[in-house]
């Protein structure tokens, strides 16, 4: 049973390892599906300094005028020398778009029809690089302000083709060639954000108005892309600038999609849902917020995979810890046997020296009698002569008493 948990839970890790490697895929991949919000880059091109890409969008109620983005256009090359970024003396180091957003009628030989018409002034394409199926973008430097660039899906109502370019058209009454047809964005967010039978047209902002009206339409989506030298500048500048007290929304579109970002907006969800101004928000940013939702969820989903991984990765650190503790008191503990037993062995080798010192040196033994059977026959026959020679020196000594008595 208890091997069967071990491999109960290995196989939970190993889905849960799998879940998180698939979710970081998914969060990458699904980041990089909106090229509207990816500007700064496009712009920066190989330089290394920081850019940012900012959007306004205006509530209905306070929109801004063509004069109020004149008006804050002049501004920002002070703003930037103040922040100690120079332009260069040829070019510049901004680049932005503002638009309007309406309907217009557009009338061929085939028919007229309804569209969703967006009035747009300076580099808008550059902020939306739709696919261009024929023909070209429309300029902030054209000469011209009649021509239109429309979507493939009008394309095909106004003539049946999409190889339009040059061809007429009349819109709200007035007479205007095609620049280009393009192909709007066909991922996942888009497809959600903008119908697939959507009619497009994009027309310069002084066309947006009927002919023969001359108020001009409010701007409800200002884009500016520039150099962030802090982070964060662009965006409190641009808000400060255009969207101050308005009730204005300002997203930095550079930074909405990193992980951080994503995570700030789930904290904040209750906060984004629960606006107070009435703001029109056109598709390419429904689409955004489309996707960072999406986003939100993949990022949740694998921090909560991540979960299992990191309460196991927990356990093993502390079972591994008690471990390495057990081992090093059991280590220290026979290491000080070992200390203990060699001093105890150095003692016993002191003691024997000094004992062996004390005690005296022992005589050596005499040595053992002779017991061979040789020795013994001479020590036998020697002894008859001695006592041979005690019995002559006797006589001698009698003799010579004899005479010195005479």
Known sequence: MKKFKRIL???????????????VLAFTS????????????????????????VSVFTPTDAALSKSGVESFRRTIDGKLAEAGVLAPETGSLWRDAYCAVGSATAVTSHGSFRAQAF????????????????????????????????????AWKLYGGSDLAGMSVTVNGRECLIA??????????????????????????????????????????????????????????????????SGALTVENSARFTAKSVWSSIRSFGERVMRQTPVVLPYWENAALYTETVLSGVLLLTALLCVLPALTCLWLLVKGWRLLKKAAKS?????????????????????????????????????????????????????????????????????????NGV
């Open 180 to 245: 280009g047809v393009v192909r709007t964005e066909d991922d996942f967010a888009a497809k959600h954000a903008l119908s697939e039978d959507a009619l497009l047209l994009f027309m310069d902002y002084s066309m947006l108005s009927p002919e023969g009206e001359t108020y001009a339409p409010d701007v409800t989506c200002y884009e500016l892309v520039m150099p962030d030298p802090l982070t964060g500048y662009a965006r409190q500048f641009a808000q400060n600038g255009l969207g101050g007290g």
């Open 331 to 403: 280590g220290v503990r026979r290491a000080g046997e070992a200390i203990e037993t060699g001093r105890e062995r150095r003692w016993e080798r002191k003691e024997a020296r000094k004992r062996a010192e004390k005690t005296p040196a022992v005589a050596p033994p005499p040595e053992a009698e002779p017991e061979n059977e040789a020795e013994t026959e001479d020590e036998a026959e020697t002894e008859p002569e001695d006592s041979g020679m005690e019995d002559v020196e006797r006589v001698v000594r009698e003799i010579l008493k004899e005479k």
């Open 9 to 23: 839970l290995i196989a939970a890790n190993a889905l849960c390892v799998l879940g998180v490697l698939a979710g």
């Open 119 to 154: 009035g747009v002034g300076g580099d808008f394409f550059l902020f939306h690089p739709l696919t261009l199926l024929s023909g070209q973008y429309l300029r902030p430097d054209d000469l011209t302000k009649d021509r239109v660039v429309v979507n493939e899906m009008l």
């Open 30 to 53: 699904i980041r990089g599906t909106q090229v509207s919000q990816n500007a700064a880059a496009r712009w920066r091109g190989e330089s290394e300094t920081r850019f940012a890409q």
